[in-house]
């Protein structure tokens, strides 16, 4: 033992001692078995600091131990068919990336992912999932993006996504699907904070417009390359889109075979030219706001939707829980209105053209003083800008309030060697800093940005000569000191 101690912390092991206490202890209790193990790199993979790689090596399960230690392990390009309960031997605390993709997983139990309750990132793309089904991600509360592309998914089981509750970015492209996963934003313990969900490359033919409409100003939703029906309430949302420059239908609006489709006829009611309108109403009163381009009457069985800053309501569906609704001819109505109403309206509807630059599907509407709703919303839109100019101003005086101190303090005053042979400032020392020259001619020159501090000079008694006064003040002229540039003050 005392050898393979030595060996290790490099003593002599002969005539030697102890020297390192610590060392001594820690291989004792290596011996003993009180400190863990850790596995090493299995011969299958390549391990580099924080990153397991085992991927090509036709793996079907993990026949050996991995590091716990790792943040990234890569399992890609093997033939895993399953993952099952304690697919791994021990638990990942600090693992944040797992990908699985392109192997040939088909079943995923409940609970397989609580091995790795850190994970970030998941991937499982190019596998042969076909359904999705409820539980599966059990325990993944913190992963945020989720790959599913290239699988063989045609079904999606309610409370899949359940505990996915901060996952921001969904991939479901290039699979099977033919409804659109609504449970995805009705679940309540759903990913409220999903930001972007890709269902490119599927088999969709319908979509929820509402919910889409709803979904415009806080999510990306791509939805290209799918087999869309062709309806007016559809066309409608591609024009919204376009004129709000929705960034997944414009990157992508040649791969939207449903734009342009001369077989529906959603044109021949009416449009006029858009106005900008706002509309005002005081609290508790019933207001009717017609929608903007539209003229009556509307095509029978045409859907008016309405984007209203709470909720979105259609002509097609009549709620009467809410204060809101769209009459048949696609007017909104507001019965009792509140403040909480106030703001921008849009009005959805197939206009069978893009909008022109100067067109506006939306109208504003305010509950109680115009004058008081527009300081107020102003005062919401200026709030964090506010906030910033008081930060910086704060600042800005700090700063300066520093700079005048390191002026005042810090900078070396030199002073001339007066002819009595002792050293120090005295009297003449009024104009700080300024160069012994000057000291000695008597003259001070003055830009205008000099700070002078006027003090009682106590008598010298080493002097005899009669004292003068500092600066004879008759020859300073108001316009002297106002103004800037060199002035020559006599003593």
Not at 67 to 81: E, F, G, Q
């Given at each position: ?91 990942f605390h600090r693992l944040t990336t797992l990908v699985l993709s392109r192997n040939l997983i088909s079943q995923i139990e409940v609970a397989a992912f609580a091995v790795t309750p850190r994970l970030l990132h998941l991937d499982l793309s190019s596998n042969q999932l076909a359904a999705l089904n409820s ?357």
């Open positions: 033992m005392h050898t393979i101690a030595s060996r290790l912390f490099g003593q002599p092991t002969v005539g030697g001692s102890c020297r390192d206490p610590a060392a001594a202890a820690m291989v004792l209790l290596l011996c003993l078995g009180f400190l863990p193990t850790v596995a090493t790199c299995p011969p299958d993979c390549l391990c580099a600091s924080d990153i397991i790689s085992c991927s090509g090596r036709n793996l079907s399960v993990l026949h050996f131990d991995l590091p716990s230690y790792a943040t990234r392990l890569d399992l890609s390009h093997n033939a895993i068919r399953a993952l099952r309960v304690g697919w791994v031997s021990q638990p539980s599966i991600f059990t325990g993944l509360k913190e992963l945020k993006e989720l790959l599913l592309i290239g699988n063989q998914i045609a079904d999606v089981n309610p409370g899949a996504f359940s505990d996915l509750s901060n996952l921001q970015r969904l991939y479901l492209s290039a699979n099977r699907l033919t409804a659109f996963p609504t449970g995805l934003y009705e679940d309540p313990r759903g990913p409220h904070n999903l930001t972007f969900l890709d269902l490119s490359y599927n088999k969709l033919t319908k979509v929820p417009v509402q919910s889409l409409l709803s979904l415009t100003h806080r999510a990306s939703v791509y939805l290209q390359e799918n087999p869309l029906l062709c309806d007016c309430s559809l066309l409608a949302l591609l024009e919204y889109w376009m004129w709000k420059q929705y960034r997944p239908l414009v990157d992508f609006r040649g791969e939207y075979p449903c734009r342009g489709n001369a077989e529906v006829n959603c044109t021949h009611q009416g449009v006029t030219n858009f106005e900008a309108q706002i509309f005002q109403v005081d609290p508790g009163e019933w207001l009717r706001v017609p929608c903007p381009g539209l003229t009556l009457p509307v095509q029978e069985g045409l859907v008016v939707f309405w984007v209203t800053p709470r909720m979105m309501v259609n002509s097609s569906i009549s709620n009467s829980s809410t204060h809101l609704s769209v009459l048949p001819n696609g007017t909104l109505e507001i019965r009792a209105a509140v403040m909480e109403d106030s703001g921008k309206y849009g009005c959805v509807v197939s206009r069978g053209r893009y909008y022109n630059p100067s067109d506006s599907p939306e109208v504003r509407v305010v509950v109680g003083n115009m004058s008081a709703s527009s300081a107020a919303d102003l005062a919401r839109r200026s709030s964090g800008e506010h906030f910033n100019t008081a930060f910086t101003t704060l600042a800005s005086c700090v700063v300066s309030i520093v700079l005048v101190l390191l002026y005042l303090y810090l900078t070396p005053c030199r002073c001339r060697e007066n002819r009595g042979g002792s050293r120090g400032c005295g009297g003449r020392a009024i104009i700080l800093c300024s160069d012994p020259e000057e000291v000695e001619s008597g003259q001070r020159r003055s830009n205008g940005k000099r700070v002078a501090f006027l003090e009682p000079q106590a008598e010298d008694s080493d002097m005899g000569v009669p004292k003068t006064p500092v600066m004879n003040l008759d020859f300073v002229s108001t316009e002297g000191i106002l103004k800037n540039g060199i002035r020559t003050l006599g003593q």
